[in-house]
């Protein structure tokens, strides 16, 4: 089952630099703020989005399970 991008906006300072490792799965406005909340991950693109979420400096981005539940690593 497919993995979902979570965001807490608040906390989003616009560093942009989860869109500079995929601007698709990591999308800004156009003030350079994610939207990436609810991000569907293409099948195949798990690692790349795992790489994006690693890439938050303020921590704001969580990749989940269909579970909800975080996913830290990937088999
Ligand atoms: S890297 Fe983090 S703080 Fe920067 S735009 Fe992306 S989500 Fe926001």
Avoid: W
């Avoid at 790349?48 to 909800?68: I, K, M, N, Y």
């Amino acid at each position: 089952m497919p993995f979902t991008i979570k965001l807490d906006r608040d906390g989003c300072s616009g560093h942009a630099r989860c869109a500079a490792v995929d601007p698709d799965l990591f999308p800004l406005d156009d003030q350079g703020y994610s939207v990436a909340d609810g991000v569907v991950v293409p099948e195949g693109k798990e690692r790349l989005a795992l790489r994006g979420v690693r890439s938050c400096p303020e921590r704001v981005l969580t990749l989940v399970d269909d579970d909800g539940n975080p996913v830290q690593k990937l088999g």
